[in-house]
Structure formats: C-alpha cells, structure tokens
C-alpha cells in the first residue's frame, strides 16, 4: 500500500522559508512515469497545485508563486520535499502531497499538513 506523509512546521513567520517534506512507502519515486506534487488549500478556498518533481528529477511549477518555490528529491530516503521562500499569510494553507502517473489523477494524497504564516 503506497503512502505519503507530509512533516514540517506548523508555524512560519512572514518573510521566511516554508519548508515540508514529503515521505513514501510503498513505492519508489524513481519509477519510470510517476510525478510527486504538492498541492495546498487555503482557508475557504479551492485546491491549488504548487508544483512538481517527476522520476527524472524534472520540476515543474506553478507561475502563480512568482518562482518562490523549490521542489528537491532525496532518493536515498525515498522523499522530496517543498520550499517555499518570503512568505505572507497568504500562504497559510493545508500543504498536501500526492502522487501522479503520466497524466492521470493524483492518487494517493498524503494527510495533509496545516501551515500558518504568521508572526
């Protein structure tokens, strides 16, 4: 069974790094066409996809975050992890993670992880 489980802190201040980490078990995330995501939801908001770092090591990002964030891969811990630089309170959010292959769906998603920015 393929898990992903998010950690960092839950607490950052304005103007500083937000940075989660994203572990999988049950599956290895250098298999050929998989894609590891991180999608947030605001308070009383929608879903918003971050960004993503495929089997390669390719990342890909949404142009919304003005190039603050940074996906990485650690595939010694079968991990990858999000930073997110100069945030606001705007980013507050639940951080999830999530797994795609090819094109499809994101399944499965992490618990998901709650982020305030605030001082």
């Known amino acids: 069974q393929v898990q992903l489980v998010e950690s960092g802190p839950g607490l950052v201040k304005p103007s500083q790094t937000l940075s989660l980490t994203c572990t999988v078990s049950g599956d290895v995330i250098t298999t050929d066409y998989y894609y590891w995501n991180w999608i947030r939801q605001p308070p009383g908001k929608g879903l918003e996809w971050i960004g993503s770092?495929?089997?390669?090591?390719?990342?890909y990002y949404s142009p919304s975050l003005n190039r603050r964030a940074s996906i990485r891969s650690d595939t010694s811990k079968n991990q990858f992890t999000l930073q997110l630089r100069s945030v606001t309170p705007e980013d507050t959010a639940v951080y999830y993670c999530a797994r795609q292959i090819r094109t499809t769906y994101f399944d499965p998603w992490g618990q998901g992880t709650q982020v305030t920015v605030s001082s």
């Open positions: 770092i495929s089997y390669g090591g390719t990342t």
